[in-house]
C-alpha cells in the first residue's frame, strides 16, 4: 500500500490514499500533479495552494476512513484542507 505526501507552497502538508480527493477548482479528483492547485479553507473562505511536491510512501498498517455524514466531506482541522471521501 502507498500513500501520497502532498506539500503546498503555502506551508500545508497532507497525507492521503490513492482513493481520497481533494478539491482541485470544481472538481473533486485524487489524480493530482505538481503546479495544480487545491482548496484550503482559511479566513472564513475557499482559497487555492499549488502543489509543490508529491511524494509516494509505501505504508504498511491500518489505515481509518473519516466518513461524514450525507456529504462526505470533510476539513482537516490541521492543515485546513478540503477533502472528499465518496462521490
Known amino acids: 500500500n502507498y500513500l501520497f505526501k502532498i506539500t503546498l507552497q503555502n506551508g500545508n502538508v497532507i497525507i492521503k490514499t490513492l482513493v481520497h480527493k481533494l478539491l482541485n477548482g470544481n472538481t473533486w479528483t485524487n489524480y493530482l500533479k505538481i503546479g495544480d492547485f487545491i482548496a484550503i479553507y482559511e479566513n472564513e473562505k475557499i482559497n487555492y495552494s499549488k502543489i509543490t511536491n ?8 491500518y489505515i481509518y476512513d473519516l466518513e461524514v455524514d450525507v456529504y462526505h466531506n470533510f476539513i482537516s482541522p490541521y492543515t485546513r484542507i478540503l477533502s472528499r471521501s465518496k462521490e
Open 54 to 61: 508529491i511524494e509516494s510512501i509505501k505504508f504498511k498498517g
